[in-house]
Structure formats: C-alpha cells, structure tokens
C-alpha cells in the first residue's frame, strides 16, 4: 500500500515531469506553427488548417517529448527535495534508498501508464487524421475517407477500404458491382496488396457472393488477382506512416509483413518503439536518482535543469543513432531499439549501487 511519504514523492517527479513537457511542448508549438505557416498558400492549406493540424499532432508531439520531459522533471523535482534536505531527513529517519527508489519508481508508473494511453489511443487517430487532412488540402483534394472507411467509384463498381497501411496494403476492402441501378455482385477480401512491378492487385481471403434473379451464389477463395482496384498514386495522399500506428496494429501489420516475405524492418522498429518509450520513462528516472543523492544537492536549479536534459537528449539522440545502424546493419529490431534502454539502466543500476 502507498504511503503518505510514498504519495508526496511521486507527487514530485509527476508535478516536474508535467511541468517541464508543457514547457518543452510550447516551445516545439511554436516552432511547428512557424514551419507550417510557411506552407499555407499551397492548394486548399490555409491559416486555419494549419493550425488545426498542429493542433491535432500535439498528441504525438507529447509521445516524443515524454522521455526528455521526464529525465528533467525528475532531476529537478527530486533535486529540489535534495537541495531542501528533505531527502537526508528521509535516510536519517530510516527510509533506506530502496525504498525511495521503489517510492520514484511508482511515480514512474503513473507516468508511464499516461503515456502508453495517450500513444495507443489519443495520437494514432489525431496523427493520421492531421496527416491525410493536410496532404488532401495541399494536394487539393477533398477528404474521400470518413467514418466509414474509403470509398472509390469505378464505373459501375464501388470499392470501400476499411483501412489504407504502408506498403500498398488494404485491410478490410468490399466491392460492390452494380448493373444498372441492381446490385450484382459483392466481394470481402481481408486484405489486398499492390503488387507494383506486375501492376495488378492480389486479394486475399476472399469471399463473393453473385446475385443473378432470385439465386444468390456464395463463393470463397484464399486469394484472387484483379487488375484494377484502387488507383496506387492515393497512397501518396491516404497512406499512414508506421509511426503514426498502435502498436497493436503495427504487431499484425509486422506479422503479416514477414509471413508474405515483404520487408518489415521499418515498421519492427516502429512497434519496438512503442514498447521502448513507455520504459524509458523508468529508466530515466532511474538515472537521475544517483545525481540526486550525488552532489547534485548543492547545485541550483539551472544546473539540474542542464543534467537532466544531458541525460534525457543524451538518451534520445542514442535511440536515434541505434535505430539508424539497425536498418543499415540489419540488426534485429528489438535489439537496435532496445539497446539504449538496457545500456542506461545498466548504467544507472550500477550508479544506485555506489550511492551511500
């Protein structure tokens, strides 16, 4: 059970955490209104787009901001308590560093849970629906995909695409075919890949259904080829980046990848990613418990404040350079995404250890 002391800690490394990425959010705000400013003006991208576009990519600003907001937020509202000798009172009132950890780290975890939150449910659909929404207005296109999913017509066919992924993939296409004003035929296919060098459409697990009178003939089949389905050059506009994904969707999207043989390492890492920056949370927290109980004591808080963003940006652009060596090396993804986690948790384990 949390205790009171327990309660007032975590209270600390959150109230910090959230103080310092509502800073570090207004500045990248500002900087994202400036760059998109200068492309209104282009097809149907006007002031007001603009802005909503920002508006509704601060999710996933908030999700690649979390980490670096944390490492300073946590040296700052725990070197606060240090420079306050609140922390030696705690260790001479008998409360080992063991338990302050375990204290710091249950403020890690409702961090951590807010995070994963607002990654999997709040920035997917507000980033994919700023990225089509801005690419359809710059293009000049209306927004051909509502609630309902994609719909296209063809003559006298109508195709709806429950979902546009990478690597012109559908997931959940219907057709319906029509003569005249009668329904004739109805096709289901869980998925159709574009395959560009032979220019044609393989769908898979299909299942049609002709209607002809009164007889209706029913009719599956594992996959089909159709010449012509949905015009390629939409993926341009309509296609989601892996980032932009859940990483529950981007699990499937990565299985289905490798079980057709189709490269997959961009988005392994995409779904890596999103198992990484939840637990950098806790791992940057564990990082600046040592400095906090080092000499960071008798610093200010600007120098907390340059600690922490050493440790936090220090993590980031590690990540970053891991990432880029896994894709040209080839290294598995868990291990490219992965590595700078583990090397800093080593590290600030190994730090704990010299604390006294």
């Known amino acids: 059970m949390t205790t009171l002391l327990g309660r007032y800690i975590a209270r600390t490394v959150i109230a910090g955490s959230v103080l310092v990425l509502a800073v570090l959010l207004s500045l990248n705000t500002l900087f994202a209104v400036t760059r998109e ?8 991208y006007g002031i007001a787009a603009a802005l909503l ?19 300073i937020g946590g040296v700052v509202g725990l070197g606060a308590l240090a420079a306050n000798s609140e ?9 080992s560093n063991a338990r ?7 403020g890690g975890i409702v961090l951590m ?15 994919q629906y700023a990225e089509r929404m801005r690419s359809s207005a710059i293009a000049g296109q209306s927004d051909v995909q509502g609630p309902g999913g994609l719909w296209l017509r063809d003559e006298n066919r109508f195709v709806n695409v429950g979902e546009v992924l990478p690597g012109y993939v559908l997931r959940d296409v219907a057709v319906y075919e029509f003569d005249g004003r009668r329904l004739q035929r109805t096709l289901h296919a869980e998925r159709a890949h574009y395959e ?15 209607l002809d009178g009164d007889r209706i003939a029913t009719q599956r089949e594992a996959e089909t080829i159709w010449p012509r389905l949905v015009p390629p050059d939409l993926f341009e506009v309509l296609t989601v980046s892996p980032e932009t994904l859940p990483g529950w969707r981007l699990f499937s999207y990565v299985g289905y990848l490798s079980d057709n043989d189709l490269e997959s390492a961009r988005f392994a890492l995409a779904f890596w990613k999103k198992i990484a920056t939840p637990l950098s949370t806790l791992v940057m927290l564990l990082l600046a418990l040592p400095m906090v109980f080092g000499s960071i004591r008798s610093t200010g808080a600007g120098q907390r404040v340059f600690i922490g963003s050493v440790i936090g940006v220090g993590y980031l652009l590690l990540a970053e350079l891991f990432s880029h060596v896994g894709i040209v090396y080839g290294l598995a993804a868990p291990i490219a995404v992965m590595a700078p986690a583990i090397l800093f948790t080593i590290t ?9």
Do not use: K
């Not at 576009?53 to 490492?71: C, G, H, K, Q, W």
């Open 37 to 44: 400013f200068g492309s209104t003006g282009e097809g149907d």
């Open 53 to 71: 576009y920002v508006l509704l990519t601060m999710p996933a600003d908030i999700y690649e901001l979390f980490p670096a907001a944390v490492a």
């Open 87 to 95: 922390l030696l009172v705690m260790r001479a009132a008998g409360v």
């Open 100 to 106: 302050i950890v375990g204290m710091v780290m249950q």
């Open 113 to 127: 849970a807010a995070i994963v939150f607002v990654g999997e449910v709040v920035a997917p659909p507000s980033q």
């Open 196 to 210: 560009r060098r032979e220019d044609r459409w393989r769908l898979l697990d299909v299942r049609s259904t002709r």
């Open 348 to 356: 600030g384990l190994l730090l704990l250890r010299r604390m006294r």
